[in-house]
């Protein structure tokens, strides 16, 4: 029956791609249903459970009965406490009715696509780049124009190729740092170039996703809305998914020029209204209280790092750099292209992933489905018996193939 009537689908939804990272989850689960021992590292999820203040937080926010629909753009106390914690953290200066609270950092930028670009307008995307910037993109009518940084520039782009991909069809620059999927993290320098490029251009906006803003490990995040040039045609997104292991609270937050975050409001208005209640006054808890617990999990992910790149260092073929920031590391596999373990060849990343999960059991995330098609994606959320283990299993299959 279903395929009778898919052609009733909307262009809009046959064009879009699946997420890459749900899509090799859902494989991995289903590969484990038929009784094998799969280890999934494909979901950017951390293992940590929700700090116990923000719980507390939020049972406390149920009790006092804050459970009623909320303003569009966020609870008062919770934007209050975004304006605070964007003074504090990374020197931007915004009014409470800059801020703008939705349901996970995605939204924020499904918002942002939705109210500023037209049919043809062209962004801007720095890649390697989350999944879902692009078919975002695509959704508001705009054109993804991607620019690619291999494993050689530590996978950031630099302020001369944006300046070459700029022309009168640009309307916004779009990027993460620290990055999903590489876990690069741009320099102070490395942003001041790329602002002194955009601020020549005053109809080009830029949205800078820091969501992994407390997972960096370089002890200093910088915020490109914090250049003098450039910080009113900024929109910063953050959200608490990563930083405080609230991934099933979804909630995101943007902070934007006044218009902006108006034409946001009243789009999220039409489509969700506000985040859920309690969440928003647990968050506004989370940034107010100390970050303790917040620090502990970037210690261990620091230490999951070391111990996953010193494991894939020992794998012949596998080229690593050294990410600064989140908790991904982004091979480059390239070599095992042409290869075979008698059985299976080896074309390109999407092979490789295959390979990995039908012969290993691991589950990765190919790096075609981030604009990288020489790599793959490792996510070490997850324990450090769980990853060495894992990344033994790799170790084996990938010996097969020559």
């Known amino acids: ?181 590489t876990g690069s993290v741009y320099t102070q320098d490395e942003l001041k170039a790329i602002a002194d490029v955009i601020a020549e251009h005053e109809n080009i906006y830029i949205i800078s996703d820091e969501i992994y803003e407390y997972i960096n490990f370089t002890g200093d995040h910088v915020s490109i809305g914090a250049f003098e040039n450039v910080k009113d045609r900024t929109i910063t997104i953050n959200g608490f998914s990563k930083g405080f292991a609230m991934t099933g609270w979804r909630l995101g937050y943007m902070g934007a020029p006044l218009w902006v975050a108006k034409a946001c409001a009243k789009m999220q208005g039409q489509f969700t209204s506000g985040a859920t209640a309690f969440g928003q006054m647990a968050a506004a808890h ?45 091979p480059d596999i390239s070599y095992f292209f042409g290869k075979s373990d008698g059985t299976t060849t080896i074309n390109n990343a999407d092979d490789f992933c295959e390979y990995i999960l039908q012969t290993g059991h691991v589950g990765v995330v190919t790096g075609a489905a981030f604009g990288a098609n020489n790599c793959f994606r490792i996510s070490y959320a997850a324990s450090e018996e769980t990853l060495t283990k894992a990344i033994k299993r790799i170790k084996v299959v990938c010996d097969k193939l020559r």
């Open 1 to 181: 029956m279903a395929s009778t009537v898919s052609h009733l689908l909307s262009q809009r939804i046959q064009r879009m791609s699946e997420s890459a990272t749900i899509k090799m989850a859902q494989m991995s689960r289903d590969l484990a249903a038929k009784g094998h021992d799969v280890i999934s590292l494909s979901l950017g999820e951390p293992d940590f459970d929700t700090p116990q203040h923000i719980k507390d937080a939020a049972i406390q926010a149920l009790q006092d009965g804050f459970t009623k629909y909320t303003p569009v753009p966020g609870l008062i106390q919770l934007r209050e406490a975004i304006v605070n914690k964007f003074k504090r953290d990374n020197n931007l200066d915004f009014s409470v009715n800059q801020i703008v609270v939705s349901n996970g950092a995605k939204q924020s930028i499904a918002n942002l696509s939705l109210v500023l670009l037209d049919e043809g307008d062209e962004v801007i995307i720095f890649s390697p780049y989350w999944v879902s910037y692009f078919e975002i993109v695509r959704l508001g009518g705009g054109v993804p124009v991607p620019l690619y940084a291999g494993i050689d520039q530590d996978f950031k782009v630099t302020a001369e190729q944006v300046r070459g991909a700029i022309n009168d069809k640009t309307k916004l620059v779009l990027f993460s740092s620290p990055c999903n999927p």
């Open 286 to 330: 989370a940034l107010n209280s100390d970050l303790g617990p917040t620090m502990k999990m970037k210690e261990a992910y620091l230490k999951r790092r070391e111990l996953v790149k010193s494991m894939l260092s020992e794998i012949e073929g596998i080229k690593i750099n050294n990410p600064q920031g989140a908790f991904y590391i982004f």
